[in-house]
């Protein structure tokens, strides 16, 4: 008998576990677990919780199976037990296991639509009782449970395993692990203890660097991060120095303890040759961890008071507009656009208020999987029945949201630091991004939110979130749960990207050379680095097409971005009023291939006129750079007239206006010019164009030929094909005929007992109709005295044995019934045959003997009158 585990207190626990490994497992499981626990040591210091989906009615065995091949204390868990290391706790049927400073509990599962999912339970709390200290396994098993768990401790910086999928009986859970891109180390079952082992052990030598105030000492690890992130930003294009310090370290040690490297040097040299690995790290860094309504309290006062303010006071027929920065997989953007339809149908949107969301990622292979709208079919945990049924229809594998929900979400790649952001925005939500920046970015994003709500508009953080020292842009609309009000603040000037480290390298100098006294050469660079960041102009570096690649300086002032898809087009983005003239010279600059000058032009910015010009100019070197345009913004006073002493405009205002008349006609002499000169080119594209087209003709005359053969051919096909349906429909009239011809009754069922077939001659049995196919047997009226049709026929479905049977019909008549399995031409068993043969001529003759007298049979001699053993 395996011992059995007394609850204890926390304070009387001894030899806590060196970390806690959870273990999923499934159809197929048993195998993988007596493999996994046959290779664990007596002393690994851990604590094993086993979670399997067991049948709540019967009694597990589990215990005493696993005992058999491990030196480890197998125990079923008890209402609070705590956890000792080297032991290995197996959930009893019937209950959910949760975890809380490390003693378990055990809960009643709660009813959902879809099958219980007490791996992915286990795991959440797994992640968030034990963080770093957590290991996840994923053995063999049907479904997805337990792939939801593996994010939630990925995003604590635990480790996730996955027994290989070539490996495992039944491959669907560790290879949905594997799918999801979760799964750190995938091996057999029986390698994965020693892996387990090995990086923990090279977790704890390496310390714990994770604390987010940690302040690394050794100047060897601040360069390995520098390095390191230098890697990560040229293979991805992205920078992550203003992420906080403890959850870059956090994220390396864990991938440094999976390769087992022991040193910062080896680590940056394992980057510097493997790209795939600065992908991963990459990956990791953006911790993409999401699902539907995480916490359900913000939902719910979205839908009770902030939706239906914003849908009263909108004008009639108004689209909303609501930007979901950060929205990984597509979950948060989905539930904000279900909670505004619930809440437009709680309110009677009579109006015809719509919402349109814009959902943007860094991560492309999460952006994609968003605009696929499949989720899988463990969402359940989190959707409740009702919005299951009215948001979702089930696909094979899942749950696709439906169409409506669907229509109000738009999904592109963006980054929230470098690219413009959305405007005229009557929401905003970013929820659990800010806590990985650090606090100098969150300042600088969060003026960046005001300026793109409308006044009013409605900012939405995560719970462990707040505005900080932005509280004069933004005020609390509830407690604790991170919605906020745009206040009227002054409006702050926003320029892109938020930090210029996201483009101009700043980590390539060592931190030793930094704190050394510059030398000359560092002089200048840092002298004109000052230069360059405080008196040079604005600018932006544009393609021939006006593609924005690079902006230097603050370019506010002159660029916006555009409402609706992000576009960082230099015409969409100039302000109004800017956008014709500076085309104009754009391209007069390309076609001349020399600088060209836009005159001072005079536009309006909230609500003040500004005058600025601008100078265009294609480079040709360095070759880096050809083929790409600079614009150069220059600010100019605004002309002011010279009044005389009685208030009329004097001759310097008058010569003004003439001399800005003669620069207007000027332009217009040379638009007009290189209009003539568009349109001669123009034509010479025409006469091109037609001599293509002429071609193009030609090949289409040719696949027109190509077509009538391939008609051709589909034609002697489709006769093919008739030939062989007119064959079946004469196979199934002569199988028709057959079946009438031998005069026997006979019913054809199928799996459920629902009516598949059935002969005329069964109209005397049953009251059949043609209308009667796929109705079940036992709604159909019968003539005989036969109560146990339907249970002799699961009989033999189980058994697949035939059975006779004599029954009684009405009319004094008697029915041999022989029941016999429906086998398919690929021997699969599809239901059930019944035959009912006439034997009332039999049943009368046997009548007619015994009433005429047969002689009875005299019991043998020496056996008794009361039984027939003689006693």
Not at 35 to 44: E, G, L, R, T
Not at 225 to 239: A, C, P, Y
Not at 604 to 616: I, N, S
């Amino acid at each position: 008998m395996s011992p059995r585990h007394k609850p204890q207190s926390p304070a009387a626990a001894q030899d806590k576990p060196v970390a806690v490994v959870g273990i999923g497992a499934s159809a197929g499981g048993l195998e993988a677990l007596e493999q996994f626990f046959s290779h664990v040591p007596a002393d690994s210091g851990f604590a094993y919780v086993v979670v399997q989906h067991l049948n709540p009615d019967k009694d597990s065995v589990m215990v005493e199976l696993l005992q058999r091949v491990s030196l480890l204390p197998m125990v079923q868990i008890k209402d609070r037990t705590v956890l000792e290391r080297n032991h290995v706790y197996i959930t009893p049927p019937g209950f959910e296991v949760s975890i809380l400073q490390g003693v378990l509990h055990l809960l009643k599962p709660v009813a959902s639509p879809g099958p219980g999912l007490p791996i992915d339970a286990f795991l959440r709390s797994l992640a968030l009782d034990q963080e770093v200290k957590a290991a996840c396994v994923i053995l063999s098993g049907m479904g997805s449970d337990g792939t939801m768990g593996a994010r939630a401790l990925k995003e604590k910086a635990g480790v996730v395993l996955a027994q290989s999928p070539e490996s495992a009986a039944f491959s669907a859970m560790p290879g949905s692990v594997i799918d999801a891109g979760l799964a750190d180390i995938v091996a057999p079952a029986e390698q994965l203890p020693g892996k387990i082992q090995a990086y923990f052990a090279h977790f704890m030598r390496a310390g714990d660097l994770s604390q987010d105030e940690v302040e690394p000492q050794a100047e060897s690890l601040h360069s390995m991060l520098e390095k390191v992130l230098v890697l990560v930003r040229n293979q991805t294009g992205h920078d992550f120095s203003l992420y906080k310090k403890g959850t870059l370290y956090r994220r390396i040690q864990r991938r440094m303890a999976i390769h087992q490297i022991d040193t910062a040097e080896a680590y940056v040299r394992h980057v510097q040759k493997n790209a795939f690995e600065a992908e991963l790290l990459y990956k990791e860094l953006l911790i993409g961890v999401t699902c539907f309504f995480r916490d359900p309290e913000v939902w719910h006062h979205l839908r009770q008071e902030v939706f239906p303010g914003l849908i009263r006071s909108a004008p009639p027929g108004t689209a909303l507009r609501a930007w979901v920065a950060a929205c990984s997989t597509g979950e948060e953007a989905f539930t904000l656009a279900m909670v505004f339809a619930e809440a437009a149908a709680d309110v009677g949107n009579d109006h015809g208020v719509t919402l349109q969301i814009f959902a943007t990622d860094l991560e492309v292979d999460s952006v994609a999987k968003a605009r696929k709208s499949v989720y899988p079919k463990n969402i359940t945990a989190d959707v409740s029945p009702q919005r299951l049924e009215r948001f979702f229809s089930a696909v094979p594998g899942g749950y696709r949201v439906n169409r409506d929900i669907r229509a109000m979400v738009v999904f592109a790649q963006q980054s929230i630091a470098s690219d413009p952001p959305f405007a005229r925005l009557d929401m905003l939500t970013c929820r659990n991004l800010l806590i990985y920046l650090e606090p100098e970015l969150q300042q600088r994003l969060l003026p960046l939110f005001h300026r793109s709500l409308n006044p009013g508009g409605i900012l939405v953080l995560g719970t462990a979130e707040t505005v900080g020292q932005s509280s004069d842009l933004f005020t609390p609309l509830g407690a604790k749960i991170g919605i906020y009000r745009r206040l009227d603040a002054s409006p702050q000037l926003a320029n892109f990207p938020l930090y210029p480290e996201m483009l101009m390298p700043p980590l390539t100098q060592p931190a030793s050379l930094r704190q050394a006294a510059p030398g000359p050469g560092s002089l200048q660079v840092l002298a004109d680095q000052v230069l360059a960041r405080k008196y040079a102009p604005a600018a932006v570096l544009v393609s021939a097409q006006g593609d924005i690649v690079y902006f230097s300086g603050k370019t506010g002032k002159y660029l916006e971005p555009p409402a609706g898809k992000a576009n960082l087009n230099l015409f969409a983005m100039a302000r109004t009023g800017l956008s014709q003239p500076l085309s104009e010279v754009f391209y007069r600059a390309l076609r001349q291939k020399a600088p060209a000058v836009l005159d001072p032009v005079t536009v309006e910015v909230d609500g003040k006129p500004l005058a600025f010009g601008a100078t265009v100019e294609p480079l040709n070197s360095p070759d880096s750079l050809q083929g790409l345009v600079m614009v150069v913004f220059t600010d100019v006073p605004l002309p002011h007239a010279q009044p005389r002493g009685d208030g009329t405009e004097g001759e310097t205002g008058h010569e003004r206006q003439v001399a800005d008349l003669l620069r207007e006609l000027a332009r217009s002499r040379e638009e007009h010019q290189a209009t003539r000169s568009e349109m001669q080119t123009a034509q010479e594209g025409l006469m091109s164009a037609n001599e293509e087209l002429q071609s193009a003709n030609e090949e289409l005359t040719t696949s027109r030929e190509e077509m009538q053969s391939i008609n051709e051919e589909l034609q002697t096909v489709n006769a093919e094909l008739q030939a062989r349906v007119d064959a079946l429909a004469s196979a199934s009239d002569d199988m028709e005929n057959l079946l009438n011809a031998t005069d026997i009754a006979t019913v054809f069922l199928d799996s459920r007992l629902n009516v598949r077939r059935f002969t005329t001659r069964s109209r005397g049995l049953f009251k059949l109709i043609a209308g009667d196919v796929g109705r079940p047997i036992t709604d159909i009226v019968s003539e005989m005295d036969y109560p146990d049709l339907a249970s002799d026929a699961r009989e033999v479905l189980r058994t697949l044995m035939f059975q006779e049977k004599e029954v009684t019909a009405s009319g004094n008549r008697w029915f041999m019934v022989r029941t016999m399995p429906y086998r398919t031409q690929d021997n699969r068993i599809d239901g059930v045959v019944i035959t009912f043969n006439d034997i009332s001529v039999a049943k009368q003759l046997e009548a007619s003997l015994r009433e005429a007298g047969a002689p009875k049979a005299k019991p043998p001699a020496g056996r008794g009158k009361k039984d027939g053993l003689g006693k």
